[in-house]
């Protein structure tokens, strides 16, 4: 039960823990009737998990064989895409919030960003879900013949406790002040994000489409990627144990890159304060 | 709520569009490449057999991996950057890229105090 446990909560809680922070980033620009996008897009990313997990259960050849890792790579290097993006939105955005909720609804939703939450669900749900939804229904299967409930409700459990974890940051980040909660997330997602293009950098060298070389570090005796924490350190900002030369590169030049981009989106509101919102002018250029 | 998108997102799924597409032709060689040697591995009772895979080292090879049990494991080398469900019952062909010379660990994620074995590519 307790090795299920972990396996489903290391799968899930990814996703889990990105849908806490669009939810309570979307409570937080007092957008709650836009709340529709990321649970549609949470919905999406589980039903195409189900899909996929029947196709490949179901099917079989090289468009399964393969199929599923162009599906993986497409999906990290979009998250990748989505999330540098809601970064910088939000950067932006974070010079609107001193202004009246109604207008902060009213400047996100004249730039129709809502979508880019959504998909950031759908990604943080596709992408591991597959292989949660192939998991769950092999000990489904066999808690059936072998009466093995006790894994299946292991798993199911793993699952919940995600699922709370990111009810948790959701009803914590009401507590947390606007700024800090923005500020936190921002450099939170950046790196969650640089990790996902470096697994995605990795799987590129796994297929062999990019050359495989020999680790930059071994880390692995002091913080194994296969621990609970060190997952959950992988998961969140792309630890990794015995990193190759292009995963270490690829995850520094994305936080230099985007770190600049993210610290200069900053910067225009620092000069043009003392207060947009008094000026009349919609804070929010995008 | 309007659905249409604006022009940023218009781009971002060109960018997107453009990436995938170069993924996809990305794979054509490789499907189109002869076919490299084939070496079985087993899975059963949450074990693999055999356990030591020995290659050559700078030859592309698949791995034709037989899941025998019920349920699904899934074949995963942290080392190979590999991650593959393999549901019950089935065989899959995992096309592996060339390896330098060196040892590469993998387990059964699902079944990982049991499942375990290395390549070595010499």
Known sequence: MGATFVITLREALEASLLLGIVYTYL?????????GYVTWGGALGLLGSVGLGVAVGVLS??????????IGLGVTFLAVIVLTWHGWWMRQHARAIKGEVQRRIDEARATQRFWIVGLIAFSGVFREGAETVLFLWGLMAQA?????WGSLVGGVLGVALAVALGWAIFRGGQRVSLPRFFAVTTWLILLLAAGLLSTGIGRLQGLGWLPMTAPVWDTS????DRSLVGS???GLVGYRARPTALEVGAYLLYVVVAGALLAGARRPPMRHDPDPVVAGQPALRV | MRAGFSRPARRALLVAGLIASALLQASVPALAADTPAEIALTIEQHRFQPEEIRVKAGVPFVLAITNKDATPEEF????LRIEKV??????LRLRMPALKAGTYGFVGEFHEQTAKGRIIAE
Do not use: N, W
């Not at chain 1, 050849?61 to 162009?70: F, H, M, R, S, T």
């Not at chain 1, 005796?221 to 194994?224: E, N, P």
């Open chain 1, 27 to 35: 409570d937080k620009i007092g957008a709650r009737p836009q709340f």
């Open chain 1, 232 to 234: 959950f350190l992988s």
């Open chain 1, 144 to 148: 059936t013949i072998t009466g093995g």
């Open chain 2, 86 to 91: 393999i549901p019950g019952g089935k065989m």
């Open chain 2, 76 to 79: 995963e080398s942290k080392d």
């Open chain 1, 61 to 70: 050849g090289p468009l399964v064989e393969l199929g599923p890792d162009l």
């Open chain 1, 221 to 224: 005796g002091l913080l194994s």
